[in-house]
């Protein structure tokens, strides 16, 4: 039996029309959209429009030009974060985020261009609305979180820290990495200056595929990070300041932007609601059957409506690394261990250096998987 429990990383399987959805653009458009008037030209266009128009509905956006595509979140956060800061800024972030944030921040940091926070959470992984309250200065300018953990799954307070930035005037970025497309998400009611999402996760798109959300204000503060052909002012050699060429230069992964579009459009099908309820269901499923392993120390809060379903667990038997390649290689079910970058996210819960086996839960899994992982958990701890 193969089970693949590693959806926190990367979905699979994908919906079959993102398969084909990517072959039927690599064999029948193939050429760059925006670039030329041939008919496969437009048809490409037309493929990145509508993806544009899926994402502004999924993410209840209001701007359709506001919505930027890059190669996945660490870009997104990158260009949002070194196009925006500027010298002598203040800006906060968690100790459960993820380096994609950590580390653009801390090089900003060591080169004296910003000062910045790291707000400690919880051993659950959550941030302290009045801890963040607190560590806000007369020049805190940007907040950068995570919306849930990529290791335990806390869905953080975003809501209530986005209206705090929102009245005090500080820009506000959300990486939804583990979010889009596992709970509901709407721009306006986080109070966000800016969303990064990634494609190939609970979107169910290929790699390669991501990008952000700008609302109009925060785009004005931000410069063009990375320039070159956009297919737009091609007679000047300065950047376009529209969107969403000043954010887009060179050639888009049009055929992963096909395949990203057929799963946002597999979730609306099937229901984003119906998604999340059979995930809930497991992973309930899933912790319950864990604390009753002994040796397994289960991260992160038991309370599902607190969490996704990404679950990390330790045991006191084994190494995290041996444990998942027991796993991998003598039960067939796939995983991920180690620090998953995000090492302040494992110091906060106690689990550094070693890390986690961490599970995720995804649309595909079913009650069959769950006990069968459970099973073979209980069969490698009772052999030692």
Request: charge should be negative; aromatic fraction near 8%.
């Amino acid at each position: 039996m193969k089970v693949y429990l590693d959806n926190a990383s990367t979905t699979f399987p994908k919906p079959p029309e993102v398969y084909s959805s990517i072959m039927n653009y690599m064999m029948n458009i193939g050429t760059n959209p925006g670039r030329g008037v041939s008919t496969a030209s437009l048809s490409g266009n037309r493929v990145i429009l509508n993806c544009r128009y899926a994402l502004m509905d999924f993410f209840h956006f209001d701007k359709v030009e506001n919505i930027i595509f890059t190669p996945n979140v660490t870009t997104s956060l990158n260009l949002l974060i070194k196009s925006s800061v500027q010298n002598g800024w203040h800006v906060i972030t968690s100790s459960m985020d993820h380096n994609a944030t950590l580390r653009p921040l801390n090089s900003l940091h060591e080169k004296g261009i910003i000062e910045l926070d790291i707000v400690p959470c919880s051993k659950e992984g959550l941030i302290s609305i009045e801890d963040f309250k607190n560590t806000i200065k007369p020049n805190t300018k940007l907040v950068v979180l995570s919306h849930s953990s990529n290791i335990v799954g806390t869905i953080q307070p975003l809501e209530a820290i986005g209206k705090l930035c929102k009245s005090k005037g500080i820009y506000f970025i959300i990486d939804v990495a583990q979010t889009a497309g596992v709970l509901p998400i709407d721009f306006y009611k986080l109070n966000c200056s800016a969303l990064a999402f990634t494609g190939h996760k609970g979107l169910l798109g290929p790699q390669g595929t991501g990008g952000f959300l700008i609302e109009d204000n925060f785009n004005k503060e931000c410069s063009p990070f990375i320039e070159g052909g956009t297919g737009s002012l091609s007679s000047s050699v300065v950047q376009p300041d529209f969107l969403p060429d000043k954010f887009e230069s060179g050639t888009l992964n049009s055929p992963g932007i096909a395949g990203l579009l057929e799963g946002i459009n597999f979730i609306n099908s099937n229901g984003l609601d119906s998604i999340r309820e059979n995930e809930e269901y497991l992973c309930n499923k899933f912790i319950e059957g864990l604390l009753n392993i002994p040796s397994i120390i289960v991260y992160g809060p038991n309370d599902i409506s607190k969490r996704t379903s990404t679950i990390s667990v330790n045991s006191t038997k084994f190494d995290n690394s041996e444990l998942g390649y027991i796993l991998d290689n003598e039960y067939g079910i796939t995983t991920r261990t180690g620090l998953h970058c995000a090492p302040l996210a494992h110091k906060t819960i106690g689990t550094y250096p070693s890390g986690t086996l961490r599970f995720g839960i995804g649309p595909f899994n079913d009650v069959k998987d769950i006990n069968y992982t459970l099973n073979s958990l209980n069969t490698i701890i009772r052999k030692v």
